[in-house]
């Protein structure tokens, strides 16, 4: 018979599969003896049940009723008793925490009788018609589907009756009052009375959790999140406590480090008289945790031991929501803190430091992606814009944007291009889309741990919130600063999510801390905690991983700067650009030349220019591989636009001129050249085979830089990459062709000179007789960009604008194949040609040169495929490198970082 109900003291950190992110973490509390407060797990194979079949899973209610027994006998109360009735949350909680699921219920199990019990026991009337009153909000809402602003607008009537300005100020006979209208309220939007049987409460909500799996945010979050849609979400039944039976009660959350920069230190805020709820909410405003230890020194210090604990157990920052109620304290909720990317590297470097985890475990919990975020720019502090406000640093980073006050608005201009910041008085989850949008969220309330900071920091978005010195008036789209700006929708700002500053108009950018290091290359110091952190992290990795990680450059200039960041070679050097700018007119006299001899008087004229562009990359590579790419692009993409041309000549001709001679012959040959495909036209290896002359006086140029490094004393090792090839024929004839220059070069120059020569695998024939390109390539580099174009058929600058979002929002792909390598299709192309290259050629070398060797999933794929190296964009070497490591490390017990 399956399962499907667990106590707390049934289970553990190990399973949340199946009891959720939050009844696992409330089970290992439970087993380390932490004050939880007792109660049980509806497990996802519940949820899936009820999913899939529409009905309840035979049994599950006998069995919940079996828990509730243990739970009525243990507490010496029942559910729904009316002199003393136990009171439950009920909250939902799936492996990984989402928006969009059910809020959580509290006070399940008032009705009409016991609230009056629970008002004699607890010697507080209007705490329980309070408690009363929220339950039928909650219930009324959530469970039965009640227009929440129905009951808001109850609720300011009623205030504006008794003329008092909040709630604290209603008594017990007004929130009685209120607890009819709600009740009404219900009857009226939805003809069913407010269930008085606790019992029907607590199913109703159950099954409104299990179904608020499938709600539209969820599933939002799921898709953006690549979380699967099958996981299914748990239910948490637990006791009520209360925070809010006077000034010896309280709410509050807590991290055991700040989880903004990572800095050691209880971090947290409370709040006296509260309910958890009221918190998050940003209804009134939190004093830091450090109060608590005023108000309750014996609380403060129990907490702070639990912390502890906590954290040493879980060898990780921690986040805890807590209650004390009447000066008990109890733990309602823990799991590894979210955090953002410098958190996460100090605390890896720190934790590492205190011998809770290796150096290995502390490479597992950094990434690739908060590496890169770490390397963009910061607002440049000697600029100082005019602040418009302060508050609370809850995300770091640097925004600039223009305003706007509503997420549809976020989402409107974002989809036409434009950089927003989205302001609020606090965020909801139904804010999510806006925030996605945003480059950066403020809110005039709410602490660190306000929804907008969470969500903000988990989506590594800035963030100042609590800006309580503006006036955001959201109806009139504006708001107000102290000093009386006002910032109408559209005015740009820039928001300093590291410090917690909002300046008017658009502030400077300036390289960030890490990104100093990092360009100083071997010679960069850790000044910062944070930078220290990324440099034993990077070292780490490269002490463990087999991938090398190479740049592509085109120039020294890119070469130097790709090899301070650690690279070891360049892997792609395309050799175009030197076909550009003044050379240009070069390139037109060889596409126009009427004879070989006027061909190879452009190509000699090209020659000396190309040779020391070699040069000076070889230079700055010295002793580290360089791949050369012989020319790929359709010589037309070097001609003038054909419409260019057509204009020029049809305006002289309309004057009655003479058109150019020039340009009438230009307009010619780009006539000659048009293809109705370039991308699968006259171009790479193709080029190479039909423009005589091509191959050699490239090939010539770099044997010439070769000779003349070694002559001065350098160790250059240029490889020649041949371009688009699809049939092993096509490699051999330029392989005989840069043999025989190579050999006349080091005839004439008296220095051997050799070079290996290979390939690029970036068409799918390629890959599929790649055991037969491999008996003349020495090496394969996979051009995974075009590898994607033609195994799908699309050219990504067609496509990428044109359907790709309507494919990702329908799930055809979670994510652009041209950014995260295409596993399924083009990686097992890679894997054949991996397997079939070397099974002709043991010792092939074997790269990658696409955009996606600097994607971390990507990266990942590439060491499991067992290629040499990846090669990417200077910038991204840092981060191929962190992840090469992260490869190679077992990743099996990294699981905390989730
Ligand atoms: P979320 O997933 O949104 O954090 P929770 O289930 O943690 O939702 O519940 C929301 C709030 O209700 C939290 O502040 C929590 O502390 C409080 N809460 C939940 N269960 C109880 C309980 N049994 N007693 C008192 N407060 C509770
Ligand atoms: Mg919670
Ligand atoms: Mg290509």
Known sequence: MARYVYDFTEGGRDMAGLLGGK???????????????????????????????????????????????????????????????????????????????????????????????????????????????????????????????????????????????????????????????????????????????????????????????????????????????????????????????????????????????????????YLPNAQGEDVVAGIRNTVPLTELKRLDPGAYGRLRAHMETLERHYRDLCDIEFTIERGTLWMLQTRVGKRTAEAAFVLSADLADEGLITADEGLARV??????????????????????????????????????????????????????????????????????????????????????????????????????????????????????????????????????????????????????????????????????????????????????????????????????????????????????????????????????????????ALLPLQREDFTGILEAMDGLPVTIRLLDPPLHEFLPDRADLAVRIATAEARGEEPDAHDAELLAAVGRMHEENPMLGLRGVRLGLVVPGLVAMQVRALGEAVAQRLAAGGAPRAEIMVPLVGDVRELRLVREEVERVLAEVSDTSGVPVTCPVGTMIELPRAALTAGRIAEDAEFFSFGTNDLTQTTWGFSRDDVEAEFFSAYLDRGVFPVSPFETLDRDGVGRLVGIAVEEGRATRPDLTIGVCGEHGGDPDSVHFFHSAGLDYVSCSPFRVPVARLEAGRAALDLADAGDSR
Not at 163 to 192: C, F, M, S, W
Not at 386 to 414: I, K, T
Not at 490 to 506: F, Q
Request: hydrophobic share 40%; glycine share 12%; net charge negative.
């Open 23 to 269: 009844g696992s973490n409330l089970a290992e509390m439970t087993r380390l003896g932490l004050p939880v407060p007792p109660g049980f797990t509806l497990t996802t194979e519940a949820c899936r049940s009820v999913l899939d079949t529409g009905g309840e899973p035979p049994g599950l209610w006998e069995e919940v009723a079996g828990h509730l027994t243990d739970l009525e006998t243990g507490s010496g109360r029942l559910l729904g008793q009316p002199d003393n009735p136990l009171l439950l949350s009920v909250r939902s909680g799936a492996r990984f925490s989402m928006p969009g699921m059910m809020e959580t219920i509290l006070d399940i199990g008032l009705d009409d009788d016991s609230v009056h019990g629970l008002a004699k026991v607890s010697g507080n009337e209007r705490f329980a018609w309070d408690s009363y009153r929220r339950l039928v909000q909650m219930l009324g809402t959530t469970v039965m589907g009640v227009d929440p602003s129905l009951f808001e607008r109850a609720l300011t009537q009623l205030k504006e009756a008794r003329g008092v300005p909040d709630d604290v100020h209603l008594d017990a006979e007004d929130l009685a009052r209120l607890v009819e209208t709600y009740k009404n309220v219900i009857h009226q939007e939805t003809g069913e009375r407010f269930p008085q049987s606790p019992v029907e409460q607590l199913r109703r909500a159950v099954l409104a959790v299990f179904a608020s799996w499938n709600g539209e945010r969820a599933r939002l979050y799921r898709r953006r999140e690549h979380i699967a849609d099958d996981l299914g979400t748990a239910v948490n039944v637990q006791r009520m406590v209360f925070g809010n039976l006077g000034s010896d009660s309280g709410s509050g959350v807590a991290f055991t480090r700040d989880p903004a920069t990572g800095a050691r230190g209880l971090y947290g805020d």
């Open 367 to 604: 990434s690739g992606e908060g590496l890169a975020r770490l390397m963009f720019p910061r607002f440049d502090t000697a600029v100082t814009g005019d602040v418009l406000a302060r508050g609370v640093p809850a995300s770091p980073g640097a925004a600039v944007g223009a305003a706007v006050f509503d997420s549809a608005e976020a989402v409107r201009r974002a989809a036409d291009g434009e950089r927003v910041v989205l302001i609020r008085q606090e965020t909801t989850p139904d804010d999510l889309p806006g925030m996605i949008a945003a480059q950066a969220v403020l809110t005039s309330r709410g602490g660190k741990t306000s929804h907008a900071a969470v969500v903000a920091r988990g989506m590594g978005k800035v963030c100042v919130c609590g800006a309580d010195e503006l006036t955001v008036d959201t109806g009139a789209r504006r708001c107000t600063a102290p000093d009386g700006t006002i910032v109408e929708e559209g005015t740009v700002l820039s928001v300093d999510g590291t410090a917690g500053t909002v300046y008017a108009g658009a502030v400077p950018l300036v390289d960030s801390a890490v990104m100093r290091y990092l360009e100083a290359g071997a010679g960069g110091r850790a000044t910062t905690g944070v930078v220290d952190a990324v440099a034993r992290a990077l070292a780490r990795a490269d002490a463990v991983r087999r991938l090398e990680v190479r740049a592509n450059a085109d120039t020294p200039q890119d070469a130097v700067r790709a090899r301070r960041f650690g690279a070891q070679g360049i892997g792609l050097c395309r050799t175009e650009h030197m076909f550009l700018g003044e050379r240009r007119k070069l390139v037109e006299e060889m596409i126009l030349a009427g004879t070989d001899a006027g061909r190879e008087r452009a190509l000699a």
